[in-house]
């Protein structure tokens, strides 16, 4: 059972296109990360939002934390090719010790 | 520090039989978790350890898995009697203290059980 869903699944985009990719839960998390995954290997953390309504930019990369911290958006200006693999969201529940991870969202920037 | 080591990186095994993965954490990581995700997912919870102790273990984790981190430092992740539903990504990771900590992972295991 999977606590995070994450829409689209699937992405194929030009290059320069923008994209959103969402991450949703019913559930409440007091952090949310977002990794960013190559075949063959391990997620690479992006981001950690912590507060309600918290944004971060990173480059092209504008993360957004929801003001219930239960949901998470990521928006890429301006995609290009190595921009893509598969996003992964984790949440961290007020308690316990893990991060569960969202079904991710595979996305392929094609030049 | 080189980061999380994970070996092997790949491994074919028949079913039926047993397998152990290692992993070695960044240094001054005290806590290190086991995940499985298998093509097109995200990765599942399995095992947690701070220092050597185990404290959190999946539903995921059947008896045929094993999981120990014997010194504190390094970890093994053991499959006894291996089915073609264990072929996944074995990923290991670690982390510091401190809540909101991210994780550093491994490059992962990929078992294919034939």
């Known amino acids: 059972t999977q606590l995070l869903e994450q829409s689209p699944q699937f992405l194929s985009i030009q290059e320069g296109e923008n994209l959103t990719v969402y991450c949703n839960s019913s559930?409440?998390?007091?952090?949310l990360q977002w990794y960013r995954q190559e075949p063959g290997e391990g997620p690479v953390l992006l981001v950690t939002v912590v507060t309600g309504g918290e944004v971060k930019k990173l480059k092209r990369l504008t993360f957004q934390f929801g003001d219930a911290r239960k949901d998470s958006s990521l928006h890429i200006t301006a995609a290009q090719p190595g921009d893509t693999g598969l996003y992964l969201c984790a949440g961290a529940p007020n308690t316990g010790n893990q991060f569960y991870f969202g079904t991710g969202t595979s996305l392929t920037v094609i030049p | 520090d080189t980061g999380v080591s994970q070996d092997p990186r790949h491994k074919i095994t028949k079913r039926g039989q047993n397998v152990t993965f290692r992993c070695d954490p960044i240094?001054?990581?005290?806590?290190l978790y086991w995940y499985r995700q298998t093509l097109g997912q995200g990765p599942e919870f399995l095992t947690y350890f701070q220092n050597e102790a185990q404290l959190e273990k999946s539903r995921l984790l059947s008896d045929r898995f094993s999981a120990e981190r014997p010194k504190g430092s390094f970890s093994t992740l053991e499959i006894q009697r291996t089915e073609q539903g264990d072929s996944a990504m074995y990923l290991c990771?670690?982390?510091?203290?401190?809540?909101?900590?991210?994780?550093?992972f491994g490059s992962g295991t990929r078992l294919t059980v034939v």
């Open positions: 990771a670690s982390r510091g203290s401190g809540r909101i900590n991210g994780y550093t």
């Open positions: 559930s409440v998390f007091s952090s």
């Open positions: 240094s001054e990581h005290n806590r």
